[in-house]
């Protein structure tokens, strides 16, 4: 990883709804069980921006539906319930390595926040989860999949 990371911050969100206002997603999972720490839509921008200068204005990105994100619990069902909720709508710290990376098409870029971590323990959770914590931008429909799921530069 890069040895300078940039700082922001981000709105804890428990089971988010989708664009639709529900949980249901499209492969039929839920997202009930999911914490994400909600960033600045203006942070997404910037970065897809970055993204599409980087590749000489060829390659844009989609947003994501939850716009730029941070996914901390995913549909995980966690041992220790009386923790879940715990900080829900509190703003955030974390650093993100300016780097971005890619892994079938979705462009993202490594975080480190020893908060969510921690709060993943409290929830009788790994403390790292798996993938590990990532700040999602979007979707590079034109992108090379990476057919081994493996992260790589963009």
Avoid at 46 to 70: A, F, K, V
Avoid at 82 to 109: H, I, L, M, N
Avoid at 126 to 135: G, M, N, T, V
């Amino acid at each position: 990883m890069y040895d300078r990371f940039i700082a922001s911050t981000g709105t804890l969100r428990y089971s988010p709804q989708l664009g639709s206002g529900g949980h249901g997603r499209r492969d039929g999972g839920s997202t009930l069980w999911w914490l994400i720490i909600d960033c600045d839509p203006e942070l997404g921008r910037y970065l897809r921006h970055q993204y599409l200068l980087g590749h000489r204005r060829t390659r844009s990105l989609q947003g994501p539906l939850w716009g730029p994100h941070i996914s901390v619990i995913r549909g995980e069902t966690p041992p220790r319930m009386e923790a879940w909720k715990r900080g829900d709508g509190s703003v955030v710290e974390f650093v993100y390595d300016p780097r971005p990376q890619q892994t079938d098409g979705y462009v993202w870029y490594p975080v480190r926040c020893e908060a969510m971590l921690d709060l993943r323990l409290a929830l009788g959770l790994p403390r790292e989860p798996e993938p590990a914590l990532h700040l999602t931008i979007g979707n590079d429909k034109h992108g090379e999949a990476d057919p081994a799921g493996t992260p790589r530069r963009a």
